[in-house]
C-alpha cells in the first residue's frame, strides 16, 4: 500500500515537474520575445536556414482556422484545448508505471498545451517565434510549447509501434 502511494507520488512528480518545465519555459521565452521585438521583426539566427521571428498565431497547427472570426477561434480553440488537456491528464493517470518514456512523452504534449492555452486565454491566440527555412520554403513558425508537443507525439508514436503494451 505504501509502495504504490510512492509510485503514484513520483508519477504525479514527474508530471508537475516536466509539464511545468515546459510551461514556464515558454511562458518567459514568450515574454522576452513580446517585450524586446516588435510584431513581424526577424532576427537571422543562421542566414539561409534559421530566424526568430515575432508572428501571433490566430489559428491552429499552420494557421489553420485563422481566417475565421475571433469568436469562433476563442470557442473552438478553449474548447478543443481544455478538451485535449483533460484527455492527455487521464491517459497519464491510467498510463502504467513501468512505461516511464510514454509518461515523459504524455507530460510533455500536457505542458506544451497548457503553454498555448495560457496564450490562448491572454491573448486569442499564439505568439510564435521559431522560424525554419531553405530558400523561399518556410515551415509554419512555431514556439517552446509546439516544440514540446511535437516531441512528446513523436516519442508516443514511437511507444505504440515499438513497445508491447501490458494486457
Known amino acids: 500500500m505504501m509502495h504504490d502511494l510512492f509510485v503514484k507520488h513520483k508519477k504525479y512528480t514527474r508530471l508537475i515537474l516536466i509539464s511545468g518545465f515546459i510551461i514556464i519555459t515558454d ?7 513580446l517585450k524586446t521585438m516588435p510584431l ?5 539566427v543562421v542566414p539561409g536556414f534559421f ?3 515575432h508572428i501571433h498565431n490566430r489559428g ?4 489553420m482556422f485563422a481566417d475565421q472570426s475571433p469568436t469562433f477561434r476563442i470557442i473552438v480553440f478553449l474548447i478543443v484545448s481544455m478538451f485535449a488537456v483533460c484527455v492527455i491528464f487521464w491517459l497519464y493517470r491510467n498510463t ?4 516511464r518514456f510514454l ?17 490562448r486565454v491572454r491573448f486569442g491566440e499564439v505568439i510564435d517565434f521559431l522560424d525554419f527555412y531553405l530558400g ?5 513558425a512555431f514556439n517552446v510549447a509546439d516544440s514540446a508537443i511535437t516531441m512528446g507525439v513523436i516519442i508516443f508514436a514511437f511507444h505504440l509501434l ?3 503494451l501490458p494486457e
Open 136 to 140: 523561399s520554403w518556410h515551415w509554419p
Open 27 to 33: 511562458q518567459i521565452v514568450k515574454m522576452i520575445i
Open 51 to 53: 530566424n526568430i521571428t
Open 162 to 164: 515499438f513497445n508491447k
Open 103 to 119: 509518461s515523459i512523452a504524455l507530460a510533455m504534449i500536457f505542458g506544451g498545451a497548457i503553454g498555448n492555452l495560457i496564450d
Open 40 to 44: 513581424y521583426q526577424s532576427i537571422k
Open 96 to 99: 502504467p508505471d513501468t512505461h
Open 60 to 63: 491552429g497547427a499552420f494557421g
